[in-house]
């Protein structure tokens, strides 16, 4: 997977219903972004970010890096269609996305990112920064 495809232009078809037709709640989910949930670690070189987005095709997700900021847009598409009826229905469907302030200076261009089993994993480099600055003395 590429690391920042352009978001899906099918994101466009999704149906929008007119508020005089829909509950509240209807129309709240349809204009609002569910939130992704993230984890974020660290070794000694890279920073990682592992997100779950079961049921999301691949091809429906952006990733950017801009500076110290990390953005995941996607969308996660129903398996049940319109004309099924719920009994319960507790997962999200629908356009969903994340910001991030990254803790550490990455390398943006070197990102990697990996999807597998509904997990995304992003790999950033951080910024090799030499630890030891040397300090001249001077005698006056």
């Known amino acids: 997977m590429p690391f920042s495809p352009p978001i899906n232009s099918s994101l466009d078809e999704l149906e929008i219903v007119e508020l005089g037709s829909a509950s509240a709640l209807e129309v709240h989910e349809q204009i609002e972004e569910?939130?992704?949930?993230?984890?974020?670690?660290?070794?000694?070189?890279?920073?990682?970010?592992?997100?779950?987005?079961a049921g999301t095709n691949p091809a429906?997700?952006?990733l950017h890096v801009h500076g110290d900021l990390l953005t995941i847009h996607g969308?996660?598409?129903?398996?049940?269609k319109n004309d099924g009826e719920y009994?319960?229905?507790?997962?999200?469907?629908?356009?969903f996305s994340r910001t991030v302030v990254l803790?550490?200076?990455v390398e943006g261009e070197m990102a990697k990112a990996e999807y597998k089993y509904g997990i995304?994993?992003?790999r950033l480099p951080k910024v090799h920064k030499e630890s030891e600055i040397p300090i001249e003395v001077v005698d006056e």
Not at 35 to 52: K, R, W
């Open 120 to 122: 995304l994993t992003i």
């Open 103 to 105: 803790p550490v200076e």
């Open 87 to 95: 009994f319960y229905q507790e997962c999200y469907w629908g356009k």
């Open 60 to 62: 429906d997700v952006s």
């Open 34 to 53: 569910g939130q992704l949930a993230i984890d974020v670690a660290q070794t000694a070189t890279e920073l990682i970010v592992v997100a779950t987005m």
């Open 75 to 80: 969308v996660r598409r129903p398996p049940i």
